[in-house]
């Protein structure tokens, strides 16, 4: 019979894999923890408007990546594409801006976006993110890089590069926004049809473009940051300082644009070298303007989202698998009596906090006695009729060999008094 496979752009995370992604999670939750960020879970669908109206229709991703569907003739609604949006519905949605002035809240879940599949780009992917609602203070901005910065060097993540840019306020980009139409225009022809659709919808993506006739082109476009505001430019400068007292390193990137609406001032990606073309790990920025968007009070925000599938690569790629769980005590049985007990006995050693493996096979003592050595365990309880009749098993310490006879009540104790010493 043919064989199901997985969706195309989705993947399954093996046993192997899923012991690095615990690593990153556990570290998230430590680091996130410690500086007072919560977590948020908010729904995998949300109305297609929330992503229309928080992340913008002109975007590639609102515009062409999303799986939207009709929940039966009810409601048009999307498969998340990112969590910024459904994040800040929910801070709204539950009055989240009264439990006091600022909120710090971290995500981490699968995202959904129709792209074209490749290394490090799937349509099922995940996000860990974080966003810090409610300040306007550049420290607020640093604060979320830092961790970001943080987080990756903790789970021992290397050769990475902070790009950093200001995208300025909406009202620094509209004369921008102008003279980059200017610009692009008498090269029109030249330009890949993506972006000649963006020179009237959304010129600022241009920047954004990895075709390289266009990245040759923009690469010589008029530079944001020279449009900038003096206040504008003040927060950009306050927030760098604040970078530079942390010690973290950045460059800046007069071209990085984030593909989203909402991004007001700062931009930044966290990128390394070692991940090909798919090379951003982390992007994120400040999004003054999205909490009003979504009908919410004008709330400043800043946050940032790192693509679990890409730093897991960059893990791999550095240092291999993580090891499982060792088994600690491999449980071997055989006859019907013997057979009858042992799930209980492996039971009460895990209850005990033993990692303890039952052999189900019914094989043969040796067969048995093999697996227990290839599990790695140390100890060995052994159960046949004869010792389920009296209410014992043989305990084999397998570094050494040594055996010795046990009443089944006393096994646990006496494990534990081993592992003591
Ligand atoms: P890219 O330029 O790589 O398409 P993006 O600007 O679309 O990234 P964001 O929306 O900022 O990405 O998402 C933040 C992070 O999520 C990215 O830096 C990346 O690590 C990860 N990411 C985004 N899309 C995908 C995808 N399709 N597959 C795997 N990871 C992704
Ligand atoms: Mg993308």
Same mark, same amino acid.
């Given at each position: ?14 046993? +192997? ?16 923890? !410690? ?52 994040? &800040? ?26 792209? !074209?599949?490749? #290394? ?7 996000? /860990? ?14 604060? %979320?890089?830092? /961790? ?6 903790? %789970?021992?993540?290397?050769? $990475? ?15 921008? *926004? =102008? ?8 090269? !029109? ?11 009237? *919808? ?35 400068? =306050? %927030? ?8 973290? @390193? ?30 951003? &790990? ?9 909490? #009003? +968007? ?5 709330? @400043? ?8 599938? *890409?730093? %897991? ?12 769980? @060792? ?19 492996? =039971? ?25 050595? *290839? ?19 043989? $305990? ?26």
């Amino acid at each position: 019979m043919e064989i199901i496979q997985a969706v195309r752009g989705t993947r399954d995370i093996l046993p +192997e894999e899923v012991r690095i992604w615990q690593q990153v999670e556990a570290k998230a939750r430590e680091i996130l923890g !410690r500086a007072c960020y919560q977590e948020i879970r908010t729904p995998i669908f949300e109305l297609t408007e929330l992503f229309a109206r928080g992340i913008g229709s002109a975007t590639d991703v609102v515009g062409k990546e999303m799986y939207s569907f009709s929940t039966r003739g009810e409601q048009e609604v999307s498969l998340r594409p990112e969590n910024t949006a459904g994040v &800040v519905r929910a801070y709204i949605q539950h009055g989240l801006q009264a439990a006091g002035d600022v909120q710090r809240l971290w995500y981490c879940g699968p995202m959904f976006r129709y792209e !074209r599949p490749q #290394a490090g780009r799937q349509r099922q992917f995940h996000q /860990l993110g974080l966003e810090l609602i409610g300040s306007r203070d550049p420290r607020a901005d640093a604060e %979320v890089i830092a /961790l970001a910065w943080d987080l990756l060097q903790a %789970v021992g993540a290397e050769n $990475l590069k902070l790009l950093l840019n200001s995208i300025g306020d909406p009202q620094d980009r509209l004369a921008y *926004r =102008q003279a980059l139409v200017d610009y692009f225009t008498p090269f !029109r022809e030249q330009l890949d049809p993506d972006s000649q659709d963006r020179l009237t *919808r959304n010129p600022l993506r241009i920047l954004d473009s990895k075709d390289p006739r266009t990245r040759e082109i923009a690469d010589q476009a008029p530079k944001l940051l020279n449009h900038l505001s003096p206040d504008s430019q003040a927060f950009f400068e =306050q %927030v760098q300082a604040q970078l530079h007292k942390l010690g973290i @390193p950045y460059e800046l990137d007069p071209y990085l644009v984030r593909g989203l609406d909402y991004y007001t001032h700062t931009a930044f990606e966290i990128v390394s070298p070692d991940l090909g073309a798919q090379s951003t &790990v982390c992007g994120g920025g400040r999004y003054d303007g999205l909490v #009003a +968007e979504l009908g919410g009070p004008s709330t @400043p925000a800043v946050g940032w989202a790192m693509g679990m599938e *890409r730093l %897991v690569l960059l893990l791999q790629k550095k240092q291999g698998s993580v090891a499982s769980a @060792p088994v600690q005590v491999y449980v071997i049985s055989r006859g019907a009596k013997a057979e009858a007990q042992s799930l209980q006995i492996a =039971q009460s050693l895990r209850q005990a906090g033993f990692c303890t493996e039952l052999d189900l096979s019914g094989s043969a003592f040796g067969k048995q006695f093999k697996r227990a050595s *290839r599990s790695g365990a140390i100890w060995a309880v052994t159960l046949g009729d004869a010792e389920a009749a009296t209410g014992e098993v043989q $305990l084999k310490h397998l570094p050494t060999g040594k055996q010795q006879t046990l009443l089944q009540a006393e096994l646990v104790n006496y494990l534990g008094s081993q592992w003591e010493r």
